[in-house]
């Protein structure tokens, strides 16, 4: 049976429910500012989320929902500027207090540090998105409970790649068998699966609850901050009321058994 040694946390829609009135909401706003007449309305953002990374997802909106742009010389240029405004609006957003974190997440972060469970942070999003949220959440320092914060290009290849997770796994200097993820969506799933973890935790949002899970350990509405919130979708674990310290080392050993 392997021993549980670390948890990593992916950031948008786990953590926090950034994606519909974080990301998309800056995203509009640096369109504007730009000069562009482009606007990602809620179920176009849906679609556009099945390509990770935001200057990756504006490449992709150009491929195959705004054909009739025509793309300066210097596209990587303009894509990687119009980023850099849209993280300064995401920034904003969050130092304005607009996205709360998801239930159940301070609760599972505050009973992991006091009981000395190692932690990371596993996201394709850009380093600074998750130290703001972190701290606007959290309060100043709380990137601290966090040993690496594995984020945005420090590797090529973006979720469902498993190269991110392989990074932080590098990072802590343990093996998949010692850590269990938490993920919302099935590009999660997917990268997690594909560097060798094997127990992960699903917990859906309003943007992943339709897709198809097969290969989680658990699905989750919610981790749940009191017993009885989490409701179990999927997965042979059960009961589930809650999900706390002592589950996820159960489950992570029911997986590995
Ligand atoms: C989610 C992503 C990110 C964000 C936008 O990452 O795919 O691209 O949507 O952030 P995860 P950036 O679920 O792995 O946290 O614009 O900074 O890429
Ligand atoms: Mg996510």
């Not at 995203?27 to 556009?48: I, M, S």
């Not at 392989?166 to 969506?185: F, G, I, R």
């Not at 127990?199 to 981790?223: C, I, P």
């Amino acid at each position: 049976m392997a021993n549980l040694k670390a948890l990593l946390f992916d950031v948008d829609g786990t953590l926090a429910n950034t994606e519909r009135d974080g990301h998309r909401v800056a995203f509009n706003t640096a369109f504007k500012e730009a000069g562009l007449d482009w606007h990602w309305d809620e179920p176009l953002y849906g679609a556009l989320l099945k390509v990770t990374g935001g200057k990756e997802r504006v490449r992709h909106y150009l491929e195959k929902f705004n054909r009739e742009f025509e793309k300066p010389d210097n596209l990587d240029q303009f894509i990687a500027s119009l980023h850099q405004s849209k993280t300064r609006c995401y920034v904003e957003l969050l130092e304005k207090g607009a996205i709360p974190l998801r239930n159940g997440v301070r609760r599972l972060l505050k009973e992991a540090e006091n009981a000395g469970m190692r932690m990371a942070v596993v996201t394709t999003t850009t380093p600074e998105n998750v130290a703001a949220l972190l701290e606007n959440s959290l309060g100043h320092g709380s990137e601290a409970p966090f040993e690496v914060i594995a984020a945005g290009d420090v590797v090529p290849a973006k979720k469902p790649a498993p190269d991110i997770y392989t990074w932080a796994m590098e990072q802590l200097n343990l093996k998949p068998e010692q850590c269990l993820a938490v993920e919302d969506s099935d590009n999660g799933l997917r990268s997690a699966l594909s560097s060798g973890v094997r127990s992960v935790v699903v917990t859906v949002n309003g943007y992943t609850q339709g897709e198809s899970f097969d290969n989680a350990s658990l699905v989750v509405d919610q981790l749940g901050e009191q017993p009885g919130e989490c409701s179990k979708l999927a997965g042979d674990f059960a009961p589930v009321s809650i999900i706390d310290l002592d589950l996820l080392k159960k489950l992570h050993g029911a997986v590995w058994e």
